[in-house]
């Protein structure tokens, strides 16, 4: 046989063989799967060491940290593998300036190590919130209005009054104070409440002469109630902690049922408490008066 024939035979041979054969045997394919063999291998090795490192699947439980310092909290969190920010400062009554007064996540939380841990600090000076005007509303409407900017309701109080079930005053340590009064965020008040006229009578006393506040806290002792608050034009904000009360409705005298309202007009103008006061004269009482120098009875 001629090596032409058997070169030929031995080519017929190879292209009989099966294709898949034929393409692992190829170097080009086999070095291409050696070069992925290699890739797999080195990816799980890499993913292993990975989560050796990160420890992959082990939960932290996150510690309390309330009432302690930022110092001493950021250690405690450092030795758990914890990070932490302040996000935000508050007042609560009883704490520290500068303790830890609320974290997330809460404590006893499950977190992986690493985790961020937001915190919010006790405010270094109180923060102050305004009074809300809440009167002749309900309790119920107070105390939402109250709540919402900071302010809670420790008591109840109630006084015959023309407004039933509605709020005359608020009180702050027993005393009256005013729509817009700073307060310390967490202060707790009293809300006066009226419960309707009762069938005592008062004689309203005379507020001449008192500044608003003494004439209010002077009215609940006497079971009356402040009305209508009118001071002269050209007041100002300023000058209305200086006004006085120089007239009054109903006038100093009169008997009235208990928890009326009393209107009042206030000044700073001094003449105007020269003038003499208006007071209720009973007639029943005036008709027994002797009217003669001689002090004869009519």
């Given at each position: 046989?001629?090596?032409e024939?058997?070169?030929?035979?031995t080519?017929t041979?190879?292209?009989?063989?099966?294709?898949?054969?034929r393409f692992?045997?190829?170097?080009l394919v086999?070095?291409?799967?050696?070069?992925?063999i290699?890739v797999?291998i080195?990816?799980?090795?890499t993913?292993?060491w990975l989560?050796?490192?990160?420890n992959?699947?082990v939960?932290i439980e996150?510690?309390?940290?309330?009432?302690m310092?930022?110092k001493?909290?950021?250690e405690?969190?450092?030795l758990?593998?914890?990070?932490?920010e302040?996000i935000?400062?508050?007042?609560?009554?009883?704490?520290?300036?500068?303790?830890?007064?609320?974290?997330?996540p809460?404590?006893?939380?499950?977190?992986?190590e690493g985790?961020k841990?937001?915190v919010k600090?006790?405010?270094?000076?109180?923060?102050?919130?305004?009074?809300?005007?809440?009167?002749?509303?309900?309790?119920?409407?107070a105390?939402?209005?109250l709540?919402?900017?900071?302010l809670?309701v420790?008591n109840l109080e109630y006084?015959?009054?023309e407004?039933s079930g509605?709020v005359?005053?608020?009180?702050?340590?027993?005393q009256i104070?005013l729509p817009n009064?700073k307060?310390?965020?967490?202060?707790a008040v009293?809300?006066?409440?009226g419960?309707?006229?009762s069938n005592?009578e008062?004689?309203?006393?005379?507020?001449?002469?008192l500044?608003?506040d003494?004439a209010?806290?002077?009215a609940?002792?006497?079971?009356l109630n402040i009305?209508?608050i009118?001071?002269?034009k050209g007041?100002?904000d300023?000058?209305?902690?200086?006004?006085i009360?120089y007239?009054?409705?109903p006038?100093?005298?009169?008997?009235?049922p208990?928890?009326?309202?009393?209107?009042?007009y206030?000044t700073?103008d001094?003449s105007?408490?020269?003038?003499?006061?208006?007071?209720?004269?009973?007639?029943?009482?005036?008709d027994?008066?002797?009217?003669?120098?001689?002090?004869?009875?009519?």
């Amino acid at each position: 046989m001629s090596a032409e024939t058997e070169s030929k035979s031995t080519s017929t041979k190879k292209n009989k063989e099966p294709f898949f054969k034929r393409f692992i045997k190829n170097p080009l394919v086999i070095s291409i799967f050696a070069c992925i063999i290699v890739v797999l291998i080195g990816l799980a090795w890499t993913s292993s060491w990975l989560d050796s490192y990160t420890n992959h699947g082990v939960e932290i439980e996150t510690p309390n940290l309330n009432g302690m310092t930022e110092k001493e909290g950021g250690e405690i969190l450092a030795l758990r593998g914890l990070t932490y920010e302040v996000i935000d400062s508050m007042y609560v009554n009883g704490m520290k300036p500068g303790a830890i007064v609320d974290q997330v996540p809460k404590a006893g939380a499950k977190v992986k190590e690493g985790r961020k841990i937001y915190v919010k600090i006790q405010a270094y000076s109180a923060k102050k919130v305004s009074l809300p005007e809440v009167r002749e509303g309900s309790a119920r409407q107070a105390e939402n209005l109250l709540a919402s900017v900071g302010l809670k309701v420790n008591n109840l109080e109630y006084v015959p009054s023309e407004q039933s079930g509605n709020v005359i005053e608020v009180k702050y340590h027993d005393q009256i104070i005013l729509p817009n009064t700073k307060l310390t965020e967490g202060s707790a008040v009293t809300l006066v409440i009226g419960r309707g006229l009762s069938n005592e009578e008062v004689q309203v006393s005379s507020f001449r002469g008192l500044t608003l506040d003494r004439a209010r806290n002077e009215a609940h002792e006497r079971d009356l109630n402040i009305g209508s608050i009118n001071y002269d034009k050209g007041i100002t904000d300023q000058d209305k902690d200086k006004a006085i009360v120089y007239k009054q409705t109903p006038i100093t005298g009169k008997t009235v049922p208990a928890g009326t309202r009393v209107d009042l007009y206030l000044t700073i103008d001094k003449s105007k408490m020269e003038e003499p006061e208006e007071v209720f004269k009973d007639e029943t009482v005036q008709d027994s008066v002797p009217d003669s120098e001689d002090g004869l009875w009519n």
